[in-house]
């Protein structure tokens, strides 16, 4: 079955304190990954689009990177600014789109 | 530049009823794509469209259907509306596959 599946749901972290965010996906054909930013009571903020193994992308604090089976949204030294929810998206055969459930990131000052 | 305008921003509807909502992309996009996000289910995909033709769509039940103008706006329609349609629902609008900027959203309530 087509799956794209983020983990931890929720994470908090302090002030600075470096982390990772998983996203596995289990989909055959796969054309492209995608990470958004979503904020309470907005649409999603586009952040990275990585195609291939071994792509990375990076913006401020974020890195993002892929492997053949997930991929990584690096957070480095992070600030309150940067809470919200991460969300991670699949396109791949026939043009299909699968999202992940996000992660709720807090980042305490 | 204008972003991807949704409207309207909040509905209330009773169950039975249908609606209708609006998505204007943003000038030059020709593709627009619909969601909807429950806190259970997530962000999951209704349909896109792209030049007035309906490229792709989700697992979701006939009684929502979406067209497309000339202009790329877009419409999406709900009929005989049930409880679980509560949600928001969210519209995009893209260049190339993927980089979609999205609207901020109708949500959806249904009594």
């Known amino acids: 079955e087509d799956q794209v599946t983020q983990s931890p749901e929720a994470l908090r972290l302090q002030e600075g304190e470096s982390s990772s965010l998983n996203c596995s996906y289990t989909v055959s054909g796969l054309r492209g990954l995608f990470w958004y930013r979503q904020d309470p009571g907005k649409g999603p903020e586009f952040l990275f689009t990585l195609y291939s193994a071994g792509e990375e992308k990076e913006k401020e604090r974020l890195k993002a990177t892929l492997t053949k089976k997930e991929s990584f949204l690096h957070i480095t030294a992070p600030k309150p600014e940067d809470s919200a929810t991460y969300l991670c998206?699949?396109?791949?055969?026939?043009?299909?789109?699968?999202f992940g459930k996000g992660t709720r990131l807090h980042i305490l000052p | 530049k204008a972003g991807v305008t949704q409207t309207p921003r909040y509905l209330i509807k009773t169950r039975g009823q249908q609606v209708t909502l609006s998505c204007s992309p943003i000038?030059?996009?020709?593709?627009v794509s619909w969601y909807q996000q429950t806190p259970g289910q997530g962000l999951q995909f209704l349909f896109e469209?792209?030049?007035?033709?309906?490229?792709n769509k989700g697992n979701f039940p006939g009684r929502f259907s979406g067209r497309q103008f000339s202009n790329s706006r877009s419409e999406m329609n709900v009929s005989t509306l049930e409880l679980g349609d509560s949600a928001l629902y969210l519209c995009?609008?893209?260049?190339?596959?993927?980089?979609?900027?999205f609207g901020s959203g109708t949500r959806l309530t249904v009594v």
């Open positions: 000038s030059g996009h020709r593709s």
């Open positions: 469209y792209f030049s007035e033709t309906q490229r």
């Open positions: 995009a609008s893209s260049l190339a596959l993927g980089g979609y900027t």
């Open positions: 998206a699949v396109t791949f055969r026939d043009d299909k789109i699968i």
